[in-house]
């Protein structure tokens, strides 16, 4: 009888302790169950499926391009590969030759009542332009400075870049700033070593500085040219009235009309004087009653030559007979005509010396320079390099390639999550 209970206790012992086995079971499945499990490793539940696993490999794999694959590339480019690039700084004021401040204050101060300059938006464009690249490049290789053939390839020239890319790169390479109040510029000039970046930007500066002069001596060009064509045409007339005035006294004969009217007074009254005495003597006769006397023919005679040579230098100097009636002038006509002509000759000199005098005013202000670059910050050799900010890229690229992983993970949990 033991024995038949002894054989039935077992079965329901092992019954018992295989129950308890499964109640232990359950309990820690609905413990598992009730724990949340990030999605990542596939979510909750008994048993992660096939896909939940593809999804891991998948936040994985994503987490390795996306994230560490750009992130390590960052930090070797801007570690290792990316180029030093020094900047030279300059700041300068547009300011005309017109302005009479005793010093650089004063300019500036004129400046900043005057408004904004239009010369310095013109700088400005200038400076960004490739008008200026030419004029560099006349001494300066630009495109051997950008182009030094180091590895980085981003931020160097190529080798075959066109104008246009040169353009387009100069462009990044240069940083003016123009304050719209006061017309103050600020000049930002970068490239890969301190020396060239220094040199760039002084020929920057030369070259600014001569084409704002060019800008404004348009006006003296003008103004130039006019008195130089005002001075030739004063000069022609001037001599074809002297070369009209020498025709006539060739054919008058006569140099000086003053000159000429004094030698015939001087004969006339010499002559006057030989009368005088041949007539007093004649009268000396008469008294004497010597009119027979044999001299007193002689002296008649001498008398009578006298008068008509009188007459003719009179008539030759103001008087009228009957060649001067038939076209021949006499003394005071010819002097009229003499100075006529010497009165225009009077007036196309003076109007060639008020040519003249235009003529050199125009070309002093024309050589005078009438804009400055007044650099009130001058540009001085760079120590160390300004770009590019690697541990900065470096932050910034990883915090993009975070963020850009982050999307990639969250839009595919969203599509697992809608087709599970």
Do not use: C
Not at 11 to 28: C, G, N, W, Y
């Amino acid at each position: 009888m033991e024995l038949q209970v002894g054989e039935t206790d077992a079965p329901q012992q092992a019954a018992v302790a295989k129950s308890t086995a499964i109640s232990f079971e359950l309990r820690r499945a609905a413990r598992r169950a009730r724990t949340p499990k990030p999605n990542v490793s596939g979510g909750g539940g008994f048993r992660a499926r096939r896909s939940d696993r593809v999804f891991r490999w998948f936040v994985v794999v994503s987490f390795v391009i996306v994230f560490v694959m750009p992130g390590i590339a960052s930090a070797v480019y801007f570690g290792v590969i990316a180029s030093d690039r020094f900047v030279s700084e300059a700041k300068l004021v547009v300011r005309s030759s017109g302005d009479n401040s005793a010093d650089m204050l004063g300019g500036l101060s004129s400046l900043l009542s005057g408004g904004p300059s239009n010369d310095s938006s013109v700088v400005a464009e200038y400076v960004r332009s490739g008008a200026i690249l030419d004029e560099i490049s006349r001494t300066i290789d630009v495109r051997k400075l950008y182009s030094p053939g180091t590895i980085d390839v981003f931020s160097e020239l190529g080798l075959h870049a066109s104008r246009e890319d040169l353009i387009k790169f100069w462009r990044k390479q240069v940083d003016v700033t123009v304050e719209r109040n006061t017309g103050l510029i600020t000049l930002r000039l970068q490239s890969f070593s301190a020396e060239s970046s220094l040199d760039l930007l002084n020929s920057v500066l030369q070259i600014s500085e001569r084409t704002v002069n060019d800008l404004t001596r348009r006006s003296e060009k003008t103004r130039l040219s006019e008195a130089r064509s005002e001075l030739n045409l004063a000069k022609h007339a001037l001599e074809k009235a002297v070369a009209t005035l020498r025709d006539i006294r060739n054919e008058m004969g006569i140099l000086d009309v003053n000159l000429a009217a004094k030698s015939y007074s001087a004969i006339v009254t010499s002559l006057k004087l030989e009368l005088a005495k041949v007539e007093t003597e004649l009268g000396s006769l008469r008294d004497n009653n010597a009119s027979n006397a044999p001299q007193t023919p002689a002296l008649e005679g001498r008398a009578s030559a006298l008068k008509e040579q009188i007459s003719n230098y009179e008539t030759q100097m103001a008087g009228v007979t009957a060649t001067s009636r038939m076209g021949e002038k006499n003394l005071a006509d010819r002097a009229t005509q003499l100075a006529q002509r010497e009165f225009e000759v009077e007036i196309a000199r003076n109007e060639y010396e008020a040519a003249i005098t235009a003529f050199e005013s125009a070309r002093l202000v024309m050589e005078k320079q009438r804009a400055y670059l007044l650099t009130y910050v001058k540009p001085k050799l760079a120590e160390d390099p300004l770009y590019p900010k690697r541990g900065l890229w470096i932050l910034v690229s990883l915090a993009v390639s975070g963020l850009a992983w982050g999307g990639v993970v969250g839009a595919a949990s969203l599509v697992r999550d809608h087709t599970a």
